[in-house]
């Protein structure tokens, strides 16, 4: 294994170790409703990340001491298996799951029209079958399709996507290298329409220029992933509309 001093992320051409520029998204697809058991699910393949979300509810919350009088509680579970990376993770929640776990459903919250269900509430599992780098704002992209392909009502969706610093440059949508060798790591949740942002983070440290430049790809690429929630979810109402004709 190399350090970050001996290997080139960036080279002469301006290309990254993968062959993308500096703005390009790695290869995302989003499927709906891969689960006949859950009331909502969803997959996501966000280059070499491969992550299922299902989600359940809204349920009466129990225990009733986490009931909220006057809206739902969402509650995402955010779970790497262990073989999902390439030294085995040790099974079951840790530090950082649960640390995860608690930004998505906060993220969520601000999406979901929770004041319609009190006392409710909504289970969002999410499960990282293969990490490459992003998990978080992947499992997030996907935690939102499927609350919408569950029909749970939501103000907009939310988008997850990141950038960061490598080899001196900003670059969007980072991969395995470059999350374990670059200088600076933002991942960022955003509800689509309005650009409210719903979830921040840094990891690593960004001028105030560098930052600006960070975020404005983000939210440019926000809007190519929202066009992609969009057609996962209109391609479920599609096939529904089909089967309906032909009964």
């Known amino acids: 294994m190399g350090t970050a001093s001996d290997i080139k992320l960036i080279d002469e051409n301006g290309l ?17 409703d891969v689960l006949d058991r859950a009331d909502g699910s969803a997959y996501i393949e966000w280059g070499g ?17 986490t009931q909220d009088i006057d809206k739902a509680v969402i ?15 040790r099974p079951g929640p840790d530090r950082r799951s649960v640390e995860i776990s608690k930004v998505i459903s906060e993220a969520l919250q601000a999406a979901v029209m929770v004041e319609q269900f009190p006392r409710a509430q909504i289970d969002v599992f999410i499960e990282v079958l293969q990490a490459d780098a992003g998990t978080r704002i992947a499992g997030l992209t996907a935690s939102s399709v499927a609350l919408a392909s569950a029909g749970i009502p939501m103000r907009d969706l939310v ?6 610093k490598v080899d001196g440059k900003i670059v969007l949508d ?16 955003i509800l689509a329409r ?16 560098e930052f600006n430049q960070a ?6 690429a926000t809007r190519r992933i929202y066009e992609i929630q969009r057609e996962a979810l209109a391609g479920k109402y599609r096939a529904m509309a089909i089967e309906r004709g032909g009964e």
């Open 16 to 32: 990254r170790i993968d062959g993308r520029s500096p703005t390009e998204l790695r290869p995302l697809k989003i499927e709906t």
């Open 49 to 65: 990340n491969k992550i299922l979300v299902a989600v359940y509810g809204p349920r009466e919350a129990y225990p009733k001491h």
């Open 75 to 89: 509650k995402a579970r955010y779970n790497m298996s262990a073989f999902s990376v390439d030294e085995r993770k």
């Open 159 to 164: 988008v997850g996507c990141a950038a960061g």
């Open 174 to 189: 980072l991969g395995k290298e470059e999350d374990n060798f670059g200088q600076a790591d933002l991942p960022m949740g």
């Open 194 to 209: 309005s650009g409210k942002i719903v979830l921040m983070q840094m990891d690593g440290d960004l001028t105030e220029d």
């Open 215 to 220: 975020t404005e790809l983000i939210m440019d």
